[in-house]
């Protein structure tokens, strides 16, 4: 794989009835959607919304069978909106970083050539309808919507699984990547708990209690 951060898996893992399935009940469900961050939060401005999917979706149920996965190894599943003229600027996510010991899928199902997608410093990436595509969040990426519908994606966000970590990359610079994101972690924590402290203390208090279990579980291996 060429990019650690994004890469395919499966070209045609909806069949194309699967995927006109999907695209229909991703539709009914629209009016149902809600803002990923709440609004009056710093991303709260975004045209950008999801919709919480149970466990009899079909297209779920492929995937979590796909990995070997069960519904207590599901951190999210959603479907994601993204309005045209949203983007969604340059971040990093520890809830689905391999180093964290979680992964993200992307299953798109309604897009264009108009959606930018970067990840890990490669622009550009396009994620097809139909296609299964690994997203690790521990690399920083970004996605803007020029075009004029939707972009309509299910996102699974799980725990890592044997199956599944063979899947993923390894070797030097993986490890590489780990202690990097490591020390990045760790200075955004620090900032973001003095800046808190000062503006929010009681959410001040709810990160420094994250990321001091992130850091036992790193060091303890409790997973």
């Known amino acids: 794989m060429n990019n650690p951060g994004a890469f395919i898996l499966e070209k045609n893992f909806l069949t194309e009835s699967e995927l006109n399935d999907e695209i229909v009940f991703a539709s009914t469900q629209y009016k149902y959607k809600k803002r990923t961050h709440a609004e009056g939060s710093k991303y709260g401005y975004l045209d950008w919304f999801e919709v919480v999917l149970d466990g009899d979706n079909s297209a779920l149920k492929k995937m979590l069978h796909y990995f070997k996965l069960n519904h207590n190894d599901i951190t999210m599943a959603v479907i994601y909106y993204l309005e045209p003229g949203a983007q969604i600027h340059p971040h990093r996510d520890l809830t689905g970083a391999s180093v964290n010991e979680r992964i993200r899928f992307h299953l798109p199902l309604v897009t264009s050539q108009k959606v930018t997608f970067s990840v890990n410093g490669e622009d550009n990436i396009f994620m097809a309808p139909g296609e299964l595509w690994v997203l690790d969040t521990s690399y920083q990426h970004a996605v803007k919507n020029e ?72 060091i303890f291996r409790r997973y």
């Open 147 to 218: 075009g004029e519908e939707s972009r309509i994606h299910i996102v699974l966000e799980a725990k890592l699984n044997s199956y599944i970590k063979k899947m993923l990359p390894t070797g030097y610079k993986s490890k590489l990547h780990t202690i990097e994101f490591f020390i990045w972690g760790i200075y955004k924590t620090v900032a973001a708990i003095l800046i808190n402290s000062w503006k929010d203390p009681a959410y001040a208090r709810v990160q420094l209690k994250m990321a001091c279990s992130y850091a036992v579980k790193k």
